[in-house]
């Protein structure tokens, strides 16, 4: 069948909607309808070179749609069912979903090739070597073996988490990647407790999720530090108690709260993540503090940090990376739905635009110049 997608064919260059073929799915697969897609930092990396991808890429990484036809072995889904997408699949079998760690899944954060995880997250391939995308140039890969700035796409049944029908999937499709990575960072990775004094650096679509994760698991004092006033804004009206432009004045506020010890936890989200902001983070954690650094899949990605031995040691310090919020997708992202249903988690707040696929370089344009939390494409 055909289909219409939104393109990454050079690093650097717009995105272009091009008309592709698509293949139907095989064993284990699911053909779906996308209904709506978030933009995410994510796709800005792959797109400016940031990360390593092979090209033609179809882009988009967070979905949520209609499943339209199911393979043989298919045995989660079945057409008509309203799934989420993951940007990481669960086998169910690896070792780490075998142990509770879906969210690095062997499927999507299998081996550290270059600067991207997964076996098929830099080529964008279906497992065994398949693309189900082709066009004018070949094969084309989908981001996430998902390629959900695509009307349809051909996905492994391991990608999709079927929720209620009567969810709107115009909020849900954010809970594929954002949400549950920002939410996890701060209720899973930090394990925020009653009556911590947290900082979250960057509150875009990640860090604001991370400020709702915090308050709902306690935070009594929960410091929001971002350059951009209407960030800013945003974390206070999602329960941030406090919000500044710099880490500095975060940190100082955290010590008067902990008698001069420093936060208890440090969550570090911005899109664009460097050595100053970690090193600024560990030194806002006080003695026994945690900093968690998530959503760095951009240049970070290829750094090394440096961290102050005697602090680290002399002063019990923790350090944890953390992708997909340490969530589990089979049980997190209909974890986190139950909680938007009452009223625990916002989504509808989130979002800032909806654009058509025809206007995702405008959306992308918009999310690099700070404008939005979420903007979503309405297929
Ligand atoms: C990213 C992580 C790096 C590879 C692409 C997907 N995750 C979510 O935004
Ligand atoms: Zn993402
Ligand atoms: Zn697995």
């Known amino acids: 069948m055909k289909t ?10 717009p995105m272009e909607i091009v008309e592709l073929e698509l ?11 996308y209904l709506y897609a978030g933009l995410c930092h994510s796709d800005v990396h792959i797109a400016h070179g940031d990360l390593d991808a092979r090209l033609p890429m179809v882009m988009g990484h967070e979905g949520a749609g209609v499943i339209e036809e199911v393979a043989p072995g298919v045995t989660r889904v079945k057409p008509g069912d309203h799934v989420v997408c993951s940007f990481i699949p669960s086998c169910g079998t690896c070792h780490w979903c075998a142990t509770g760690q879906q969210g690095i899944c062997d499927w999507g ?9 997964g076996p098929n ?130 940190a100082e506020l955290a010590r ?11 969550i570090l989200t911005a899109g664009i993540v460097d050595e100053q902001l970690v090193s600024e983070g560990f030194a806002a954690i006080g003695k026994a503090g945690t900093l968690v650094v998530t959503g760095v899949g951009g240049p970070f990605s290829r750094k090394t940090v440096s961290l102050a031995g005697s602090e680290l040691t002399f ?25 938007y249903r009452t009223g625990d988690v916002k989504l509808d707040e989130l979002i800032t635009r909806r654009y058509t696929l025809d206007q995702i370089n405008e959306g992308y344009d918009d999310l690099l110049s700070g404008k939005n939390i979420r903007g979503i494409v309405v297929h």
């Open 121 to 250: 997250a830099g080529a964008g391939d279906l497992a065994g070597g398949r693309f189900a995308f082709t066009g004018p140039r070949g094969d084309y890969g989908a981001m996430c073996m998902l390629g959900t700035f695509s009307q349809y796409a051909t996905i492994h049944q391991n990608s999709v988490v079927k929720v209620a029908d009567d969810l709107p999937l115009d909020k849900a499709v954010l809970v594929g990647c954002g949400v549950p990575t920002g939410w996890g960072s701060a209720v899973n990775a930090a394990n925020v407790q009653p009556g911590e004094t947290v900082i979250v650096a960057g509150v875009g679509g990640i860090g604001i999720n991370a400020v709702q994760g915090a308050r709902l698991a306690g935070a009594q004092t929960l410091i929001a530090v971002d350059p951009l006033e209407n960030k800013r804004a945003a974390a206070l009206e999602l329960g941030a108690t406090h919000a500044f432009a710099t880490m500095e004045e975060a």
């Open 4 to 13: 219409k997608a939104a393109v990454v064919y050079e690093p650097g260059k």
């Open 315 to 339: 002063f019990n310090k923790t350090v944890k990376g953390t992708t997909f919020g340490h969530c589990n997708p089979t049980t997190d992202i209909p974890r986190i739905l139950d909680l």
């Open 23 to 33: 293949d139907g799915p095989r064993e284990g697969e699911v053909l779906i309808r």
């Open 256 to 266: 008067s709260r902990t008698n001069g010890n420093g936060a208890q936890k440090a």
């Open 109 to 117: 954060a299998g081996i550290l090739e270059g600067s991207l995880p």
